[in-house]
């Protein structure tokens, strides 16, 4: 999964001076995600979705300084002007004498916050090294139909993931720096939905297994005394593993599938900061 991003203003105080670091983006989100059964029956995926997607994205965040060795930082972000996606999907999903597979041009929601903590063991010299931990939630909604309209398609997921991470960030008069790595091995994700072929097919499932590994990297130089101009990037990957369970008029009825779901993206942007 790929994510373009271009902030629109950052307002950032000094880390020495002042308490308060927020910014505002505007992103361009593009990318891939898998849900797919773990255990094919007779070289036949029952069920698997493959999804495809560009949409912008608005974004922002508050961190707040009140100690030398502690901070604190909020965020979020929400799609907007949704554009429709590819979903690959197998017609097999929950009828295994159908191996076709069918494209659903769908239109996808996205949303998620963030709320993390950073003790510094060292801040000092222009030189920043943290601890992260934190907790992140994200939404995403799929909607749509193929071309014969004959095939719809709704979906929801929503992810949880407690983390840690380790953080390094140097501030100098003409330029700075930050990079900060972040890791879970407890993520939650819940999928709720429903498939319609020649019959309705609603299913749920919740995956504990799997994680998280992000890595973002910044830095920015000095156009003027108070304005800073740079890019930024960011990786992020994540999968878990769990259990789908089927319902309504299906063969075979009711019986839950290993499931796989897993999504990754990058992030790459420009940075303008104004520092007060």
Same mark, same amino acid.
């Given at each position: 999964?790929?994510?373009i991003a271009v902030p629109w203003v950052c307002a950032q105080s000094s880390p020495w001076n002042l308490t308060l670091d927020s910014s505002f983006r505007m992103e361009f989100l593009f990318g891939t995600q898998a849900v797919r059964d773990r255990t094919p029956l007779q070289d036949i995926e029952r069920f698997r979705i493959d999804s495809h997607f560009r949409l912008p994205v608005l974004a922002g965040n508050v961190e707040m300084t009140p100690l030398v060795f502690l901070s604190g930082r909020l965020g979020g972000l929400t799609s907007f002007l949704e554009q429709q996606g590819t979903v690959d999907r197998s017609a097999a999903d929950?009828? +295994? @004498?159908?191996?076709? #597979? #069918?494209? +659903?041009? !769908?239109k996808p929601s996205f949303s998620g916050w963030e709320a993390a $903590?950073?003790?510094?063991?060292? &801040?000092? $010299?222009?030189? #920043?090294f943290s601890v992260t931990a934190g907790y992140r939630e994200e939404y995403w909604k799929l909607e749509g139909e193929d071309q014969a309209q004959t095939s719809f398609l709704s979906e929801n997921f929503q992810t949880r993931v407690p983390f840690l991470g380790l953080q390094t960030a140097v501030f100098f008069p003409w330029w700075k720096a930050r990079f900060e790595l972040i890791g879970s091995r407890w993520m939650t994700k819940i999928?709720?939905?429903?498939?319609? &072929?020649?019959?309705? !097919? @609603?299913?749920?499932?919740? !995956?504990?297994? $799997?994680?998280?590994?992000?890595? @973002?990297v910044e830095g920015t130089a000095s +156009?003027? @005394? &108070? +304005?800073?101009a740079g890019l930024h990037s960011r990786y992020t990957f994540q999968e878990s593993f769990g259990e789908l369970i089927r319902k309504g008029n299906l063969r075979p009825p009711d019986l839950p599938l290993e499931l796989y779901m897993?999504?990754?993206?990058?992030?790459? $942007?420009v940075d303008l900061t104004v520092a007060f």
């Amino acid at each position: 999964m790929v994510l373009i991003a271009v902030p629109w203003v950052c307002a950032q105080s000094s880390p020495w001076n002042l308490t308060l670091d927020s910014s505002f983006r505007m992103e361009f989100l593009f990318g891939t995600q898998a849900v797919r059964d773990r255990t094919p029956l007779q070289d036949i995926e029952r069920f698997r979705i493959d999804s495809h997607f560009r949409l912008p994205v608005l974004a922002g965040n508050v961190e707040m300084t009140p100690l030398v060795f502690l901070s604190g930082r909020l965020g979020g972000l929400t799609s907007f002007l949704e554009q429709q996606g590819t979903v690959d999907r197998s017609a097999a999903d929950f009828d +295994i @004498q159908v191996a076709e #597979r #069918r494209v +659903i041009n !769908a239109k996808p929601s996205f949303s998620g916050w963030e709320a993390a $903590g950073l003790f510094h063991l060292w &801040n000092d $010299g222009g030189y #920043r090294f943290s601890v992260t931990a934190g907790y992140r939630e994200e939404y995403w909604k799929l909607e749509g139909e193929d071309q014969a309209q004959t095939s719809f398609l709704s979906e929801n997921f929503q992810t949880r993931v407690p983390f840690l991470g380790l953080q390094t960030a140097v501030f100098f008069p003409w330029w700075k720096a930050r990079f900060e790595l972040i890791g879970s091995r407890w993520m939650t994700k819940i999928v709720s939905g429903s498939l319609t &072929n020649s019959f309705l !097919a @609603q299913y749920e499932a919740r !995956a504990t297994g $799997g994680g998280l590994l992000e890595l @973002q990297v910044e830095g920015t130089a000095s +156009i003027t @005394q &108070n +304005i800073f101009a740079g890019l930024h990037s960011r990786y992020t990957f994540q999968e878990s593993f769990g259990e789908l369970i089927r319902k309504g008029n299906l063969r075979p009825p009711d019986l839950p599938l290993e499931l796989y779901m897993g999504d990754s993206f990058l992030l790459v $942007g420009v940075d303008l900061t104004v520092a007060f």
